[in-house]
């Protein structure tokens, strides 16, 4: 849902209930497809169950491998450029260490997405102000949305923080 929000951003359609009053065809484009993208997907998938179950009989270092062979093979193939296969590598290995480190992913999509968007407003803000970062500080609806903000981090922050000061004080 948030990229499908983030796309329509970027197209320059505001999200919302608005869609349906505003954009009919767009609305009912895409809850058709959607519908025939499910209806696709069972007729495909009904008569292959069979070897689906075959499948998950395949060890895991087989299916792994490859996997990973025909993400390189894909990747090769769209520029034809074997630095693009070591660019998708070093993503891959990058976004095993978040899987690691128990992180989100949708964030980071989100964030991929929406970031040129955040990037071209935050300079058109800084032109206005000729280059004052005091202007999100001046204005109360930014002021606002970046005290919540800092709420939500702390928020987010504190009982991590507060369990590794249980953690050490009851070690010692």
Do not use: H
């Amino acid at each position: 849902m948030a990229l499908m929000m983030g796309a329509m951003i970027i197209q320059g359609i505001q999200p919302g209930s608005v869609v349906m009053t505003k954009r009919p065809d767009l609305f009912w484009g895409m809850v058709a497809s959607m519908w025939i993208g499910n209806l696709m997907l069972v007729i495909i998938n009904l008569p292959l169950i069979g070897m689906w179950v075959q499948l998950l009989k395949v060890p895991y270092r087989f299916l792994y491998l490859s996997i990973l062979l025909f993400c390189a093979i894909g990747v090769y193939t769209v520029n034809n450029s074997a630095s693009a296969v070591l660019i998708a590598a070093f993503f891959g290995v990058l976004g095993y260490v978040f899987m690691l480190l128990e992180c989100e992913p949708a964030p980071m999509i989100l964030g991929f997405v929406l970031g040129p968007l955040m990037e071209e407003n935050l300079r058109r803000a800084m032109r206005v102000s000729s280059g004052d970062p005091m202007i999100f500080l001046n204005r109360p609806i930014s002021l606002g949305l970046l005290i919540a903000a800092v709420v939500l981090l702390v928020m987010v922050a504190l009982p991590a923080v507060r369990s590794k000061r249980d953690e050490a004080f009851q070690e010692s």
